[in-house]
């Protein structure tokens, strides 16, 4: 859609044209919600009344005027805005609605006679803005007007619906991160001259535009700031965001001249019970659910039958946004919003109560999500910890301001070692790791806990010296406070450390040795699993391919009863391998592709890096030395995020080595170079559709000249070029789940699935 030029001014002897609207003039330019105003169009081909909701600051004013004037031909008596964010009094509504559509009358009939009787017989588009504070009686008007002037339209800019039958809702989003950057541009370039981004002020401008959450009015008064300050020093200021946002625009509405006004014109329209939930609501972070608002919010004041009704007000309101994700329905508060209520929540007094309950549940979250891993609901363990990962970060950060809690942040940051390991997050998980080791405590099982999963962490990122520490300090305290666990898994760990550094006669030993452990205290789960793929594996090495096969076929026999993927991954590797080693090619491949789409699922990069390696052979024990080469490159460019490449293992290291001699062979030095380098632009999406296509497979795998762009950079380089956590994990767990939400329809909280998620209130 194009906007309509205004005509051109009439010669004076010309008689005037009939008023078609009082739209005001843009002072500035709109700038981008493309796709947005082109949803909106058929929304009000099919509705008579469509109402814009957002949270406040989102852009709805100028949004709907500006769709309202690229329809305006289609309304033959004109495109009319009424704007009642002045009008406080309910029973001023009409009048304001016929000062707005310029109607004259000196009668004593009612001026919602006048309206019908004036919208009765015209096509016009009325254009409603700011009835919060009087939907009830803006409601029955405009449900009266509809009914009685069937060529009248509405298009209505607020906070939530009107809630009249047949209204279509479109929810009004944060624009997107192109279009905020443009704003934040154009509008910083009015306020200083010359001002254009380059280099690295876009990544500085780019990074305030997302810590504002694209809100137009935040990006708005963030751009006239710079005025006086720089862009660094706008974006080391927002953490006190509502002091720094103020000194809009002298002519904008009262409520959008700062954001805190803004925000505050949105909390006083809420009733009490609304205020309490929002104030604490903020102690989340990033995405919630239903389950955890009944259980953190409800208490005085909220009881916990009340919450869903009150979580719906609010997201009718546009306080609260709701996001279809592969775990389901989440919730979410913009982080303006977010700091706005969580003064309200300090001021309750009730904020220490609120982050125990928050740390609390997430204990017990993680806990169900460990015991979950072993079991058929392996993906969605993942994809929920994944969502819940912002909010698992704020309950161990809870936990470690108090010297009496931080056993909970090691616990946590323990339990969740199937994330950190099977999920493509090793070096978050060292972070917490150590950073939770760190404070002094007792050497509870959930240090000890803590110490074996560091190990472990530390083995698979080659850190020898680290994971020998980790582990030998595990065990010797273990066996001090006859933590049989804690013992059991120091010594399979410490068997999995002699694999990588080359000595698979100790690996068998002592893996052997935890096997039994783990036999006699009862234990058995993924961990248990990847001892025996692990012995398996000592055992090739040491040159049994039988006795490795039979190993790993039993595992991958218990993996199937128990619905367990992770580990049979592993296993299918340690069986390809062997395959291969047996002249099985066919078969070795089979597996090898299973392999592969499981770690690749799970985005574990460890597990997808390890398959391209013996994948690469296979291919050139094929004949296709130049694809082979290229899947070591890709191999190569994934290696700086996982660790040191093949962990410095000579074992290890020997099919790599193979397939170079093969390939470098058959293509000389020059072209197998060229396609290796060629490889390693691949992202590992890319590289792992290639590599179960079997050759060039898709995802825009580059040509051998070096076409496809720069080759990435060791550890700055983003190997799945995605961004994403668990992208295949939250598509499995995806599966049957509701998709986005259908524009215009106002959706309701779900209904709670499960209850007794979260843990005990420990505090």
């Given at each position: 859609m194009q906007r309509p030029q205004r005509p051109s001014p009439m010669p004076d002897d010309a008689e005037p044209a009939p008023v078609r609207g009082n739209l005001p003039a843009e002072l500035n330019a709109f700038v981008g919600r493309d796709d947005e105003l082109t949803g909106i169009e058929p929304l009000l081909r099919e509705s008579r009344l469509v109402t814009v909701a957002g949270v406040a600051g989102v852009g709805k004013s100028r949004f709907v005027i500006r769709a309202a004037a690229l329809m305006e031909k289609r309304y033959c008596h004109g495109v009319w805005l009424a704007e009642l964010s002045a009008v406080q009094d309910p029973e001023l509504l009409e009048h304001a609605l016929v000062d707005a559509l310029g109607l004259t009358d000196h009668t004593g009939r009612p001026p919602r006679a006048v309206l019908v009787e004036h919208c009765a017989g015209r096509r016009l588009l009325l254009v409603i803005d700011g009835f919060e504070h009087l939907a009830d009686a803006c409601a029955g008007l405009v449900r009266e007007l509809l009914r009685r002037a069937p060529r009248l339209q509405v298009l209505a800019a607020g906070r939530r619906p009107l809630r009249v039958d047949g209204e279509l809702t479109y929810p009004l989003m944060p624009m997107n991160d192109d279009d905020a950057l443009e704003l934040f541009a154009r509008r910083a370039a009015a306020v200083r001259p010359g001002f254009v981004l380059t280099g690295s002020d876009r990544e500085t401008a780019r990074e305030l535009c997302r810590r504002l959450d694209g809100i137009p009015l935040a990006l708005e008064l963030a751009a006239g700031r710079l005025r006086a300050l720089t862009m660094e020093q706008v974006l080391h200021r927002l953490d006190d965001r509502f002091r720094l946002l103020t000194g809009g625009s002298p002519s904008a509405l009262p409520r959008h001249q700062t954001l805190r006004t803004a925000i505050g014109w949105s909390h006083e329209l809420c009733a009490p019970e609304q205020r309490l939930l929002w104030a604490r609501l903020s102690v989340f972070a990033g995405q919630f659910d239903l389950e955890a608002v009944e259980y953190i919010c409800s208490g005085p004041g909220l009881p916990a039958d009340s919450v869903?009704?009150?979580?719906?007000?609010?997201?009718?309101?546009?306080?609260?946004?709701?996001?279809?994700?592969?775990?389901?329905?989440?919730?979410?508060?913009?982080?303006?919003?977010?700091?706005?209520?969580?003064?309200?929540?300090?001021?309750?007094?009730?904020?220490?109560?609120?982050?125990?309950?928050?740390?609390?549940?997430?204990?017990?979250?993680?806990?169900?999500?460990?015991?979950?891993?072993?079991?058929?609901?392996?993906?969605?363990?993942?994809?929920?910890?994944?969502?819940?990962?912002?909010?698992?970060?704020?309950?161990?950060?809870?936990?470690?301001?108090?010297?009496?809690?931080?056993?909970?942040?090691?616990?946590?940051?323990?339990?969740?070692?199937?994330?950190?390991?099977?999920?493509?997050?090793?070096?978050?998980?060292?972070?917490?790791?150590?950073?939770?080791?760190?404070?002094?405590?007792?050497?509870?099982?959930?240090?000890?806990?803590?110490?074996?999963?560091?190990?472990?962490?530390?083995?698979?990122?080659?850190?020898?010296?680290?994971?020998?520490?980790?582990?030998?300090?595990?065990?010797?305290?273990?066996?001090?406070?006859?933590?049989?666990?804690?013992?059991?898994?120091?010594?399979?760990?410490?068997?999995?450390?002699?694999?990588?550094?080359?000595?698979?006669v100790r690996a068998e030993e002592l893996l052997r040795e935890a096997l039994g452990r783990y036999r006699e205290i009862g234990e058995l789960n993924s961990n248990v699993l990847m001892a025996q793929v692990e012995l398996g594996m000592a055992v090739a090495f040491r040159g049994d391919l039988e006795a490795a096969a039979a190993i790993c076929g039993e595992v991958r026999e218990i993996c199937e009863d128990h619905g367990e993927r992770w580990a049979l991954a592993y296993a299918l590797y340690v069986l390809g391998f062997a395959a291969l080693r047996t002249g099985e090619d066919g078969r070795a491949r089979r597996m090898l592709g299973e392999a592969l789409s499981i770690a690749h699922a799970f985005h574990d990069l460890l597990g997808t890096v390890l398959v391209l390696e013996l994948l690469a052979l296979i291919t050139a024990v094929e004949g296709d030395a130049a694809e082979a080469a290229v899947l070591q490159g890709a191999a190569d460019r994934i290696w700086p995020s996982v660790g040191l490449p093949l962990f410095g293992s000579v074992h290890y290291g020997k099919p790599r080595a193979e397939c170079e001699e093969r390939a470098r062979a058959e293509l000389g030095d020059a072209r197998y170079d060229a396609q290796r380098r060629s490889g390693r632009r691949l992202d590992a999406r890319a590289a792992v559709a290639r590599a179960l296509g079997g050759g060039t497979g898709t995802g825009g795998a580059p040509a051998a000249d070096g076409s496809a762009g720069p080759e990435p950079e060791g550890e700055g380089a983003d190997p799945a070029g995605d961004g994403t956590a668990v992208e295949g994990a939250s598509g499995a767990a995806a599966e049957g789940a509701s998709g986005a939400a259908v524009a215009g329809e106002t959706r309701r909280p779900a209904a709670s699935r499960t209850t007794g998620r979260g843990g005990p209130e420990l505090g």
């Open positions: 869903l009704d009150v979580l719906d007000e609010l997201l009718a309101q546009s306080v609260v946004l709701r996001e279809d994700s592969p775990v389901g329905s989440r919730y979410r508060l913009l982080d303006t919003v977010r700091e706005y209520g969580a003064e309200w929540l300090r001021a309750t007094g009730d904020a220490e109560r609120l982050r125990r309950r928050h740390r609390d549940w997430y204990l017990g979250l993680a806990t169900w999500c460990e015991l979950d891993w072993f079991s058929p609901r392996q993906a969605e363990a993942a994809a929920r910890v994944d969502s819940e990962l912002p909010n698992l970060r704020r309950a161990m950060e809870c936990s470690m301001e108090s010297p009496e809690e931080v056993h909970l942040a090691q616990y946590l940051a323990g339990t969740l070692w199937f994330y950190w390991v099977g999920c493509g997050r090793l070096s978050e998980g060292r972070h917490w790791l150590d950073h939770v080791l760190e404070a002094e405590s007792p050497y509870d099982h959930s240090r000890l806990k803590a110490l074996w999963v560091l190990g472990y962490v530390s083995v698979l990122q080659g850190d020898r010296v680290g994971a020998v520490s980790a582990l030998q300090e595990c065990r010797e305290e273990g066996e001090r406070a006859g933590d049989a666990t804690a013992v059991a898994y120091a010594v399979h760990r410490t068997g999995c450390l002699s694999i990588l550094t080359d000595d698979p």
